[in-house]
Each structure stands twice: as C-alpha cells, then as structure tokens.
C-alpha cells in the first residue's frame, strides 16, 4: 500500500510570496489532516477534513492559510502571503477512520523556509 | 481543554538497557492515547494506542506503554534498547468524549531517545 505523498519536500521563498504545498492520502482514507511542525515543537492540526468538508479549522490562521480537498482525495494547502514564522514542517496524514480511535498516517512532509 | 506533555527533552539509554520516555496528559473525558516516532527526515510514524481495556498496550519495533488513570500518564517503554531506536518520540492525547472540534488531536513537544553502543 502506497503511503501519503507530499510534495514539494522542500521549498525556500521569500516573505509576502506565496507558496501551495499537495497531499495526496492513502488511497480510501477519509480524513485528512494538515499540521504545522516548527523546530522543536511537536505538530500542531491546522485543519481536518472528512470527505471534501471541513471538519476542524480552529487553529488555522484564516487570513493568510487556506486549504481545500476536491472531491475528497488530494488537498492544497496554500499560504498567501507568506510571514517568517511560517517556517516549519508541513505534515499531511490520513486516516481510514471517522471516529476519534484511528491512527493516523503521516507523510514525508514539506519543509518550508522562509526567507 | 486538553493538554500533554513530556518532561524530557532528551533521553539517553545505553543499548541493551531498559528504556522509559514519559507521557503526562490532561482531558475532560476518557483519554484516547497515542505515541508516534519520528526518525530524520521521515514523517511521524503511529507506535501504540490506547483506547480502552488492558492498561499496557503493546505496539510496533517491541514498545509498549502503560495507561496509568490514577497518575494520568501513558509512558513508554521497551525492556532492551536498540541503537535503532534512537529518534525523536511523540505522545498525543484526544479526549475520547464527543466528536467536535473540541477534541481535536493535541501532540507533545516530543522526546529525543539516544540509544548509545
């Protein structure tokens, strides 16, 4: 079974650039997730979708972040315009579950600088 | 709210040895309990859970981990440590009650375990 994919691994930009990383999940997973991994630090949810809807995005910062999963299977997460304390690890991961019991899956990551 | 958290940044263990990394947590209902490894340039991969039932969980590469109620903990632990093991560990914790953003996943700062020849 093929893992989640992420891409890019690695991208450097520079500050009010914008940037949009991909997942693309465990073929039949149903939720997916983004987190934000700063150095040192453990991942932080971002946003959680169930299908293509919207499940969790409390801790998104809404002004600038935006992600979108279109017809369920891959997602975009988008930073527009992007700031310095933006740079971290962005995480994607799968679950097959819908409840609260599942593990979950995690990508490779993205690892983004910015500059 | 929930919480969690490692008390160790770094945890150093000599090969062969018994290793423990420490997990304490704080929810409002029935916790849901996870560890993760993370090893370098890798993503997080899942180790354990605990749902339920039978307070030590075995998982993945020999670990397991204890559910301790009373002390709200869930270390974990390996009877003889491998040079391999050595990576960056995560405890999670979900508060099992509902399913609502409000139980959102919440992950610990994380362990670095150094397993020495």
């Known amino acids: 079974e093929a893992g989640v994919a992420q891409s890019p691994r690695y991208k450097i930009i520079e500050k009010r650039q914008s940037v949009a990383f991909w997942c693309n999940p465990i073929?039949?997973?149903?939720?997916l997730y983004w987190y934000q991994q700063i150095l040192g630090q453990g991942p932080k949810l971002l946003i959680q979708f169930q299908n293509n809807g919207v499940v969790d995005d409390s801790q998104l910062p809404k002004d600038r972040f935006s992600a979108e999963r279109l017809k369920g299977v891959d997602s975009t997460l988008k930073i527009q315009p992007a700031k310095l304390e933006d740079s971290a690890v962005y995480l994607c991961a799968s679950s097959p579950r819908r409840g609260l019991s599942g593990e979950q899956y995690f990508g490779p990551g993205t690892r983004l600088t910015v500059t | 709210a929930q919480s969690v958290a490692q008390p160790e940044d770094q945890v150093n263990v000599a090969e062969g040895n018994p290793l423990t990394v420490k997990c304490t947590y704080s929810?409002?209902?029935?916790?849901?309990l996870f560890w993760y490894v993370q090893y370098p340039n890798r993503g997080l991969q899942f180790l354990l859970k605990y749902i339920t039932g039978d307070n030590l969980v075995k998982g993945s590469y020999g670990f397991e981990a204890e559910f301790n109620k009373s002390q709200t903990s869930f270390h974990l632990k390996k009877p003889s440590a491998l040079v391999s093991d050595s990576a960056l560990y995560f405890c999670?914790?979900?508060?099992?009650?509902?399913?609502?953003?409000?139980?959102?996943?919440?992950f610990g700062s994380g362990t670095r375990l150094s397993i020495r020849p």
């Open positions: 929810v409002s209902g029935n916790p849901y």
């Open positions: 073929s039949g997973h149903a939720t």
């Open positions: 999670a914790v979900r508060d099992g009650e509902g399913y609502s953003s409000a139980s959102k996943i919440i």
